[in-house]
Structure formats: structure tokens, C-alpha cells
């Protein structure tokens, strides 16, 4: 079930791990009404704030949304990017644009189910990684 995700209506939707590679977004949680609908709009629309601010921290994580989108660049070119909001059972939401959380939770999802599979919320912790070029932000389990 990793590898095929199934929209609110139980159609199957391009699996999280291919979002980049589709340009079609995910979304974890299962609107089913209006009120969740709008609370989750507001939880992506609006992140309570950025997981960068939230570096060693424990969370715990209910429902992810990945979306590609479009960076430009100084010099006029672009480059596609995944917008990440990854929400906690507390209601707050964490947004990134980070190539490092969405390997992250590609491994995640392939270990434990996407988010709408789970029985009780994952606990990660927001990290930086050093790389060759610098640092690269991540999430570790705990």
C-alpha cells in the first residue's frame, strides 16, 4: 500500500514518492467534510510556521501535503521544488521546501505506511545535515 495512495473518493492517486516526478501533489489527511476541509486548506495555506524554526524539536507528525512547485531563479531560469507541510496531532503545521524531508519521508512512508495508515503519530525531530555544499534539512525519528 507504500507505493499506491487512494484519494478521498478511494481512487488510486500517484503514490507520495512520485509527487517530483509527476507534478500531481499528495495529501495524507481524508477531507470528508467541510469543516476539515477548511482546516486542513488553513494548515497548508497558512503553517503555523517554518519546521526550519523547529530544529531538534520533537513533533508529532498526523498528516503530510507535498506539492511541487515552481523556484525561479535570479537569472530568469527555474527549477521544480517540494513544498512540504507536515501536520502534528496538536493542529499546528511546519512548511519547508526541502529535497532532504522529502527523501526523508519517502523512506518513512515505504518503512511505515503514508500517514493515513497509521494507527498513533510518528515522533520525528527536524535536523540539519551537513553535506559537501553545506547543510541539508531532514527529519530523524524518534
Known sequence: MANELMNAN?????AANEVME???????????????AVAFYNA??????????????TLNLVHVSVEPIELKREDGTANIA??????TDAGESYSCVSVGVYAA??????????PDTWTKPLTIKPV??????????SIQLV
Not at 497548508?44 to 524539536?57: R, S
Open 10 to 14: 478511494g481512487n488510486a492517486i500517484t
Open 22 to 36: 509527476t507534478g500531481v501533489g499528495y495529501s495524507s489527511m481524508n477531507v470528508q467534510d467541510h469543516d476539515q
Open 44 to 57: 497548508v495555506t497558512n503553517p503555523t510556521g517554518k519546521l526550519k524554526e523547529h530544529i531538534n524539536e
Open 82 to 87: 517540494p513544498r512540504i507541510v507536515l501536520v
Open 105 to 114: 519521508l519517502k523512506r518513512i512512508f515505504s518503512l511505515f505506511g503514508t
Open 128 to 137: 540539519l545535515q551537513a553535506t559537501k555544499k553545506g547543510q541539508v534539512l
